[in-house]
């Protein structure tokens, strides 16, 4: 739906002016006033907007959990607080209907539903030896992108992040960096890049090593 909407929301808003217009049109040349209909117009900008705003990034990324938690990326459910990894690529001729269905074929996508209500996750990240990968964590109630790691962000080498909930007091494993959560529960999507055709079982490899535990309590 994303994809829908970035695609072809001009078009849309396009076509929605103006039959909004041609509305407009037609009860002036019939001598009605339009004072109601541009109340009825403001009154739902006023109200629908902010609703929009409110829930659609709650609405996109909650259809992200329940896909990943009851079919996950094709090969079944994804438990909470596990990351997969897609052993292949999607490439134009995926199906439309894939969860992960961007279009390119120089990807290998990763993808877990976090959940840090009982305690915190450490995420384990081996050493990509300057490969390019990345992992966004997304806040399900902005639908923001609110910590990275990654070549950019992180480098390549190995690593273990911890992954903390709102308000958690804990004291850090030594060696480890913390990454704060404003919520307990996170959408995670991943990106490792592939050279070509006969990379991509190496990329598979060291994709799959990027995994969560709990984290130990002292």
Same mark, same amino acid.
């Not at 909650?62 to 690529?89: C, D, E, M, Q």
């Not at 990654?150 to 992954?163: F, I, P």
């Given at each position: !739906?994303?994809? $829908?909407?970035? /695609?072809?929301?001009?078009?849309?808003?396009?076509?929605?002016?103006?039959?909004?217009?041609?509305?407009?049109?037609?009860?002036?040349?019939?001598?009605?006033?339009?004072?109601?209909?541009?109340?009825?117009?403001?009154?739902?900008?006023? +109200?629908?907007?902010?609703?929009?705003?409110? $829930?659609?990034?709650?609405?996109?990324?909650?259809?992200?959990?329940?896909?990943?938690?009851?079919?996950?990326?094709?090969?079944?459910?994804?438990? %909470?607080?596990?990351?997969?990894?897609?052993?292949?690529?999607?490439?134009?001729?995926?199906?439309?209907?894939?969860?992960?269905?961007?279009?390119?074929?120089?990807?290998?996508?990763?993808?877990?539903? +976090?959940?840090?209500?009982?305690?915190?996750?450490?995420?384990?990240?081996?050493? !990509?030896?300057?490969?390019? @990968?990345? $992992?966004?964590?997304?806040?399900?109630?902005?639908?923001?992108?609110?910590? @990275?790691?990654? /070549?950019?962000?992180?480098?390549?080498?190995?690593?273990?992040? %911890?992954?903390?909930?709102?308000?958690?007091?804990?004291?850090?494993?030594?060696?480890?960096?913390?990454?704060?959560?404003?919520?307990?529960?996170?959408?995670?999507?991943?990106?490792?890049?592939?050279?070509?055709?006969?990379?991509?079982?190496?990329?598979?490899?060291?994709?799959?090593?990027?995994?969560?535990?709990? !984290?130990?309590?002292?």
């Amino acid at each position: !739906m994303n994809r $829908l909407i970035l /695609k072809y929301g001009y078009p849309i808003t396009a076509v929605i002016l103006l039959v909004f217009a041609w509305v407009v049109y037609r009860r002036i040349a019939v001598g009605s006033t339009i004072l109601p209909l541009v109340v009825a117009a403001v009154v739902v900008w006023v +109200i629908g907007a902010p609703a929009f705003i409110y $829930l659609w990034p709650r609405l996109t990324v909650g259809g992200y959990k329940r896909a990943i938690l009851k079919h996950g990326f094709g090969a079944g459910p994804i438990p %909470v607080n596990s990351l997969y990894a897609v052993p292949g690529t999607f490439s134009p001729s995926t199906a439309s209907g894939s969860l992960l269905a961007t279009g390119t074929n120089d990807l290998l996508y990763i993808g877990g539903w +976090i959940d840090l209500k009982d305690r915190p996750q450490v995420l384990h990240v081996p050493d !990509m030896a300057g490969r390019y @990968y990345s $992992l966004q964590f997304i806040d399900p109630s902005t639908g923001a992108n609110f910590a @990275y790691v990654g /070549k950019r962000t992180t480098g390549t080498q190995a690593g273990d992040y %911890v992954l903390t909930g709102p308000g958690w007091k804990g004291s850090l494993p030594a060696g480890m960096a913390r990454i704060s959560a404003p919520t307990n529960s996170l959408l995670a999507i991943g990106r490792v890049i592939i050279e070509n055709d006969d990379d991509v079982p190496a990329a598979y490899g060291l994709a799959k090593l990027i995994q969560l535990a709990p !984290m130990q309590q002292p």
